[in-house]
């Protein structure tokens, strides 16, 4: 060997991570050049593979840069590197993916992205060949999880494999040097996917710039119009159109639930919603989710969007269709999602054309398939940060690091808001939101990605997690795979989740909160104002919110006027005292009464849901629930008007975990019967004093760390109060972020609690 040889050396090196589908292996390629190495590098089913050779000096300085000069979207979760033998090649190349399996666990799949600036750029220059190109797209953004079909992610495992790119394509995707060097969606009006106008029948009336106009003309009139995006169908409409609202919502029967809107930009929205900083970069985030604003005192939109709410969900334009569009239009859209009710959103263009035929007036519609649905996301800013409340489109499926989660676990779920999330070598991902599983089409969907999503994954499950509630559809889902069936509690996952989303050595004792609607408790009663003491993957129920009778059953869910009679009963108040009871018929009144008295179709529950469900009836706010927690965010927005300034305290028993929250009901009927000042503040103090109790259950814990969990938290005024109090008691309050604090993040904690494999009892 020559001295000059000695210093040169082969390196393996294989990452495991976000390294497929960010421009990894280009940022490889440029990286080895810079430093003069020779080599390959290709995608795997586990991740990255390198093979370098040169000198050491430059191998290291290779490991270093790699890791601090990573692409905006990677990230490295391992890093092997061993020395092998020389070959002694003379360039550096890429090279074709590795089929072959590596152990278990596949590379990272990467979300779906937002148009990048640079991209944008090009789709509005007349002089570039992309103008008005709506496939535009490029390493740093566009379609991914919506487009995978199988890993390694490569072009021929795309719904992109149909599409054979032109010569100029060809030459970006090869050169080094390009921003589209393998970008696997790459593509251009010649080669790429194209755009149709079609009738409710299918029939086309235009194609590509043509489609774009007729589309446009047609929302401008006032109809609606369905138009096929990333993850599936939205259904688009002119958002001060109060006549297109009305027939929106006549034709998807929906009734009262918010329509989330499109708006060109963050300066156009401030027009219409108050946007601060953390939500300014939200909204402009690659995820670009829908983000919960409030409105503006002056905001020009109907209030039919979302009405008796002062919030309205907004998202920015995502892909380039959506940006030709707005931009051609130039005034506010209504996009919601492209389905019937709690459907999944549709995703196929006849699928479309049968599902949403009696509801859209045109379908602007594309020949690329969409590989699963993916809704877009909701989030807002809630204490000062990001807390996710659907996880879609742009965040799913990013693994998430948990401790502990070792042993291959596929968890299934609830019935509402339903997720699934596979849990591997301390790694849990979650899936996409499938929906309700009251319908037939959610629960074909969920079937479905029963066992695409841990395939997909590269995973095999050991065991199924599921929720012990023996009434969930959900739990029929265990049969797909006949593997052992892991019964959780409901409560106890979602404290789990939320847990584990913060990090918290599940080793050390935590106290968490979790409060929500309804879920199977282990008395066999329903749960939902629960404080669970969480330690070594177990838990104690330490307190709960004393159960009272809900009359009714799923109408009494329904119903917030149910919900205040058995409150009333509980609390020994006369409905005939308060002002509810002119609310009531003659029969309903006897009915109800009669199903309390004789303990006939009612059920026991400690839900923290319905109290306020009660309270917002008793208030005057809110007689029907029409869409999941209308009538607690009815009561949350009376309370942000009218703040209060004094809680209603309780005294805690020590002797029983049951805690008597009846003083704060009295409080509320005193306060509503004393004026209408007092009856203003009402719901404020209400909330205030909740959010007291949860302070003092905790402050007599010895935890540190008090999780605040389920869907009531969803609420942010008993969130940021209760965090407030917590605080002040030198407690370390925590809550979600990327993990939903309702049902959808339930999958995430059953995948947690059930791949940490050790004895679970309460
Ligand atoms: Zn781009
Ligand atoms: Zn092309
Ligand atoms: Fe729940």
Not at 337 to 351: A, K, T
Not at 631 to 637: C, G, K, P, R, T
Not at 699 to 723: K, M, P, W
Not at 742 to 749: E, M, P, S, T, W
Request: hydrophobic share 40%; with cysteine; glycine share 8%.
């Amino acid at each position: 060997m020559s001295k000059a040889e000695a210093g040169i050396a082969r390196w393996r090196i294989e990452l495991v991570g976000t390294v497929q589908g960010v421009g990894f292996r280009p940022f490889v390629h440029r990286l080895a050049s810079e430093l003069s190495l020779s080599g390959w590098a290709r995608n795997a089913r586990s991740g990255l593979q390198i093979e370098l050779e040169g000198h050491r000096v430059s191998l290291e300085l290779f490991v270093n840069r790699l890791a601090t000069e990573l692409p905006r979207h990677a990230e490295i979760a391992q890093l092997e590197q061993w020395e092998i033998a020389r070959i002694g090649d003379s360039e550096f190349r890429i090279v074709t993916s590795s089929l072959e399996e590596r152990g278990a666990g596949s590379a990272e799949i990467v979300p779906d992205l937002a148009t990048c600036p640079g991209c944008l750029q090009e789709i509005f220059d007349e002089s570039d060949r992309r103008y008005l190109y709506p496939f535009t797209n490029c390493v740093n953004c566009g379609p991914r999880f919506s487009i995978i079909l199988e890993t390694p992610y490569d072009r021929e495992r795309t719904t992109m494999k149909p599409f054979e790119m032109c010569p100029l394509c060809r030459e970006e995707f090869e050169s080094p040097q390009n921003r589209r060097f393998h970008a696997q969606p790459n593509a251009c009006p010649t080669c790429g996917p194209q755009l149709s106008w079609t009738d409710r029948f299918g029939s086309e009336l235009a194609s590509m710039g043509d489609a774009i106009e007729s589309a446009s003309k047609s929302i401008e009139e006032g109809n609606i119009v369905a138009v096929k995006g990333i993850g599936g169908f939205h259904l688009l409409a002119d958002a001060g159109n109060k006549r297109a609202i009305q027939l929106l919502r006549d034709r998807k029967g929906r009734k009262a639930k918010p329509l989330a809107i499109m708006l060109p930009s963050i300066e156009a929205a401030r027009d219409y919603v108050s946007v601060s900083t953390e939500e300014a970069e939200l909204l402009a985030s690659p995820m670009a989710p829908i983000v919960i604003l409030n409105r503006q005192a002056e905001c020009p939109l109907p209030e039919t969007l979302a009405p008796g709410n002062p919030t309205l969900g907004v998202m920015l334009p995502y892909s380039p269709v959506h940006h030709i569009l707005i931009r051609r239009l130039g005034f506010p859209l209504i996009a919601t999602s492209g389905n019937l009710g709690e459907e999944p959103i549709c995703i196929g263009n006849e699928e479309a054309l049968s599902r949403l035929g009696n509801i859209a007036d045109g379908f602007l519609m594309h020949d690329r398939r969409i590989a699963r649905p993916l809704d877009d996301s909701v989030a807002r800013v809630a204490a000062g940060r990001e807390m996710v409340l659907r996880r879609s489109r742009g965040y799913a499926p990013k693994g998430i690091s948990v401790a502990g989660a070792r042993s291959s676990t596929l968890a299934i779920g609830g019935d509402l808001k339903n997720t699934i999330a596979v849990a591997q070598n301390e790694t849990v991902w979650l899936s996409q939101h499938i929906g309700d599983l009251s319908s037939l089409e959610s629960r074909e969907t969920f079937e479905k990605q029963l066992v695409s999503f841990p395939e997909l994954m590269g995973i095999e499950p050991k065991a199924i997690a599921c929720d012990r509630h023996p009434g969930y559809h959900s739990r029929n889902g265990a049969k797909v795979h006949p593997l052992p069936q892991i019964e959780l509690q409901h409560h106890f996952c979602h404290a789990a989740a939320c847990l584990a989303e913060n990090g918290v050595n599940y080793k050390e004792k935590a106290l968490a909160v979790i409060w929500d609607g309804t879920g199977f408790g282990d008395d066999k009663t329903i749960w939902g104002g629960e404080f669970l003491l969480c330690h070594n993957n177990q838990y104690e129920r330490i307190a709960w919110l004393k159960p009272f009778l809900l009359p009714g059953g799923e109408k009494g869910v329904r119903d917030p006027r149910f919900a205040a009679l058995g409150c009333l009963h509980e609390a020994g108040i006369d409905l005939e005292d308060t002002c509810l009871d002119s609310r009531f018929s003659a029969e309903e009144r006897a009915i109800g009464k009669t199903m309390i008295k004789q303990g006939l179709n009612t059920i026991l529950c400690s839900s923290a849901g319905r109290l306020f469900d009660a309270v917002s009836a008793l208030c005057g706010l809110q007689m029907r629930n029409d869409f999941e927690g209308q009538a607690a965010m009815a009561l949350e927005f009376a309370a942000r008007k009218e703040p209060a300034d004094s809680a209603c305290g309780i005294e805690l028993d020590d002797t029983s975990g049951a805690i008597d929250w009846t003083p704060i009901l009295r409080q509320v009927i005193e306060d509503l019967d004393n004026g209408s000042e007092a009856a203003k503040r009402a719901p404020s103090r209400f909330h205030l004093s909740l959010a007291k109790l949860i302070a003092d259950v905790a402050g007599s814990s010895e935890c540190n760390i008090v999780a605040l969990t389920g869907g009531c938290f969803q609420n942010i005024l008993l969130l940021e109060s209760t965090i407030e109090r917590l605080r002040k008691i030198g407690k370390e309050p925590i809550w979600h972020r990327i993990v939903p604090p309702n049902d959808g993040g339930l999958a995430f904690g059953q995948a947690v609690i059930a791949s940490r494999g050790e004895t679970i009892q309460s």
